[in-house]
Each structure stands twice: as C-alpha cells, then as structure tokens.
C-alpha cells in the first residue's frame, strides 16, 4: 500500500494526543478544520453525525469518506448554522481481487440465506451507525494490531470476485493469524455486537466513541459479550475462519460515522510502516 505523506497532529479533548494520517479519497479519511467555538459544533455529513476533536475552542471533524463516493467537492454541515464547511475528495482505484470458494452457498446463497443475510447486514449498519457522543475515541493513534502478525493478506478497499462473480468490495483490512491466536482490542471501547453471521462467522462489534465502530470477524470463539467495556488489550476471542473464509484469519474493519474507511488511517506511522506488503 502506498505510503502517504499528510500527516496531522491534533489535541483530543482528555487525551494528551493523536495522530491520524489524512487522505481524503473514496475510503479514506478527511480531516476538516472547523470554525472556532467555546463549545464542540455539532457536525454532520450525508445525514451521519461526524467525530469531532479539539481543545482551547479549536475543532475539526475526521470524516469517513464512503469508497462508493465520487471524486469532487462535497461539503459539511454544523447544527446550528446555515453555512457549509467544503471540501475536496479524490478518486483512488483499488486493485481487483479474484477468490474461489468451494462452497457455493458462500457465492450464492439460497432464498433462506438471503433473508438472514439481509437482516444481518441490518443489524450491522445499525450498529456501525451508533454515534456516542459522551466517549472520546482512544482508537486515532494505534500502537498495537489486533493479532500479532503484521502480515496483511487482503488490503481494503479491493474489487472483490468470488468464482469470477463481482461482489461488494472489501470493506476491511486481512491480517494474517494462525488459528486459535488471541485477538485482542486495540483500544477501549464497548462490545456492541457478539454474533455468528453468515458471511462474517463469529463477530465482535465494538463502540469506541463518536462513531468509530470497529468489527473482527472470522473468530472461532467470541470471548466478550454485549454491554462490555473493554480496555486496550483485553481479549475479545480467537482467531478461526468461520463464515465466508477461505482459511484462518482476522479481518478487522473500522467504521466512521457510518463508513467503512481503511483501518491503517488509524495506525502510527511507525506501525504502519512495519506492515507487509507496504
């Protein structure tokens, strides 16, 4: 993956600090100045509340950038206040993917699959579109994987075909796990969702604040339950490869104000770095 230059600091609200790289692209992450204000503005784009951040009555919004969106001017808006806050969005093209599963179902689920696979995605943007306001985020600046591995098997954002059927893209990031291995959190937050799904297996949804919602699938056992408050480090589960899997490993999605956006736009640069391929 291709390194990006644009880096911002910024001071949280009760957190020393956090740095998140900023790329503004279908999938990506913009980091929006906000007009100055003794109170945190009330933030929202495309009808989904956004993550604000700041300190000495300086704000600004990191706003999940759907893939599906096209390059151009876009725009915010404050509650409260009649003016836009613009911005630009650029295009980037993800690489195509191609994976043959054995199981048919996985591809082309029957009638009854399908109205469960529809009730769960239900549930899953309901969940991913949880906005809590009261919880600063501590997942901006992440020091630590999920898994030990920092080998990444599938990168987000790829134009997916299974048995040569195109299908939504990859909405995640594939971290390469040995079956069995601890998964744990990368940050605190709460679990808001332990299910077995069917394309996802085992699942762990989890609140870190202000709509950044993180997502492991895949686990051969759920070690958490729904309500709980977890601390960076605690364990979540174990690595397996149930649901649509071709063979053991994490995939770990992170979601903003709705969006799913590329979890490394939320590593250290050193972290980020260290993962392979680059």
């Known amino acids: ?31 929006i100045p906000l007009p100055d204000s003794s109170i945190a503005p009330e933030v929202w784009y495309h009808g989904q509340r956004v993550l604000v951040t700041g300190h000495d009555g300086h704000w600004q919004a990191a706003v999940g950038i759907p893939l599906s969106q096209s390059a151009g001017d876009d725009y915010l808006n404050i509650t409260g206040s009649s003016n836009k806050i613009p911005f630009t969005i650029s295009h980037r093209d993800y690489p195509e993917q191609h994976i043959f599963l054995n199981n048919t179902h996985q591809v082309n689920p029957s009638p009854d699959e399908l109205s469960r696979i529809h009730g769960e995605l239900k549930q899953e943007l309901d969940d991913f ?22 080998q990444v098997l599938s990168a987000f954002g790829l134009k997916r075909f299974f048995n040569g059927e195109p ?53 051969s056992q759920i070690s958490v339950h729904e309500g709980q408050l977890i601390q960076a480090g605690d364990l979540l589960g174990y690595v397996g490869h ?3 899997a071709t063979g053991p490993h994490l995939h770990w999605s992170v979601s903003l104000n709705g969006v799913r956006v590329d979890p490394r736009l939320l590593l250290t640069p050193a972290l980020n770095a260290s993962l392979l391929p680059h």
């Not at 990006?4 to 980091?31: F, R």
């Not at 995640?172 to 998964?183: F, H, S, T």
């Open 129 to 150: 579109a949880v906005f809590d306001g009261t919880v600063d985020p501590h997942a901006l600046n992440l020091t630590k994987l999920p898994v030990k591995s920092n």
């Open 167 to 219: 299908r939504a893209p990859h909405s995640g990031l594939d971290l390469k796990a040995a079956e069995g291995e601890p998964v744990t959190a990368p940050a605190s937050g709460r679990v808001l969702m332990t299910r077995q799904l069917f394309f996802n297996g085992n699942t762990i949804m989890l609140d870190e604040g202000q709509g950044l919602i993180s997502m492991y699938c895949h686990l």
């Open 242 to 244: 149930t649901g649509r």
């Open 1 to 31: 993956m291709k390194q990006h230059p644009l880096l911002l600091l910024v001071t949280l609200t009760c957190i020393p600090a956090w740095s998140l790289q900023a790329d503004a692209v279908n999938g990506g992450i913009a980091l």
